[in-house]
């Protein structure tokens, strides 16, 4: 193995150019941070990229501040993230459709890898059931969101927070470390561009027999068409079709069928059971007219709920929710 260090510089991630030039390395540059680390006010930040039988180096001095620029683009959703989605009314319904199916089968005394955490609620809501979880995302600024209400949650023992991407799960951890369980909540799949990689990491750290819930925007949602065919952004409605995903903030949006993200983690997992989240309650962004109609929309999410397992509302749902099993 090569390894080789690319000089020290001190702009912020994201930033292709440092890698001078080495930036045809830096396409998939944020999968590759090895070590996040800080000393005083003053962050230094290892990106390590590697290819057959070569590792490069780049050792960025960046300032941590959260939700800064250059960061993460959910960075700078997270101080907001909780008055936007979890606590709004779509954004409880939804996760309580998830929860229902989570609560059945992780029990008090289960180790559960929570992959893209965001805030950390599904986190806390395990902890105050007696499950340990290790809480991870690519955000440094909802890892700290996650930091201080575990800091402040009589619960939070049972949370370890870290800041981790899907793409580093074949690097970060040691093999050693199984999970009974793991959970990736509200379409943080969807930004991974190579699911069978993030599938073959995640297998390396379940143990056999162990459950995995994968909730994933879907590639078709006619609340969506409806939505946006009615404020006339045609383009916007259909967006979710398109080939190679849809560019946002500089990174990439994928949304794969139910059977693609199947066949992903297939051989390492086999699906048990699918649930529809967000068939007939809207998409987050239709909150406003949800306020509007609190009694409606919480009847469609009654209906929804009694039909969450029937194929034709998984496949027309804003999310899926998968229930995989570890196979051996
Ligand atoms: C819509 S939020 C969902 C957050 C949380 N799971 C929830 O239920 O509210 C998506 C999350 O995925 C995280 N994310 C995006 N790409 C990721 C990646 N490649 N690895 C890990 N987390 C990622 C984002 O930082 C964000 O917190």
């Not at 996040?36 to 990106?47: A, E, K, N, R």
């Not at 009314?89 to 459709?97: D, K, S, T, V």
């Not at 805030?119 to 996650?146: C, F, K, N, P």
Request: aromatic letters at 10%; a positive charge.
């Amino acid at each position: 193995m090569k390894f080789r260090t690319l000089a020290p510089v001190s702009q912020k991630p994201p930033c292709p150019p440092i890698l001078g030039e080495e930036s045809m390395l830096s396409n998939n540059w944020y999968r590759q941070v090895h070590r996040w680390q800080t000393h005083g006010s003053c962050d230094s930040v290892i990106f390590v990229h590697e290819e057959p039988g070569a590792r490069f180096l780049a050792n960025v001095n960046s300032s941590p501040r959260i939700g800064g620029q250059g960061g993460h683009p959910f960075d700078t959703m997270a101080a907001d993230y909780d008055r936007q989605f979890t606590d709004s009314l779509i954004g409880r319904l939804m996760r309580e459709a998830v929860w229902r199916q989570v609560d059945a089968k992780f029990r008090e005394g289960d180790h559960v890898l929570e992959m893209n955490c965001g805030t950390g609620e599904d986190a806390l809501h395990l902890a105050r059931r007696g499950v340990q979880v290790l809480a991870t995302d690519i955000s440094t600024a909802m890892v700290e969101q996650v930091r201080t209400k575990t800091s402040i949650s009589a619960f939070g023992d049972l949370i370890e927070a870290r800041r981790m991407a899907w793409e580093d799960l074949n690097d970060l951890m040691g093999a050693s470390v199984q999970f009974d369980g793991a959970l990736s909540n509200f379409g943080g799949l969807n930004c991974v561009e190579d699911l069978r990689e993030a599938a073959r990491g995640l297998s390396r750290h379940i143990k056999l027999g162990g459950t995995v819930f994968l909730c994933i925007m879907g590639p078709r949602c006619p609340w969506e068409w409806g939505w946006y065919l009615g404020h006339g952004q045609a383009k916007k409605a259909f967006r979710r079709l398109r080939r190679g995903g849809v560019a946002w903030r500089g990174i990439t949006i994928r949304y794969p069928s139910i059977r693609e993200t199947e066949r992903a983690f297939f051989p390492w997992f086999r699906l048990r059971r699918v649930t529809a989240i967000g068939a007939l309650v809207p998409p987050s962004y239709v909150e406003g007219w949800a306020q509007r109609h609190p009694h409606l929309t919480t009847f469609l999410d009654r209906i929804e709920r009694r039909f969450e397992s029937h194929p034709f509302m998984t496949a027309l749902a804003d999310h899926y929710l998968l229930e995989l099993e570890r196979l051996p």
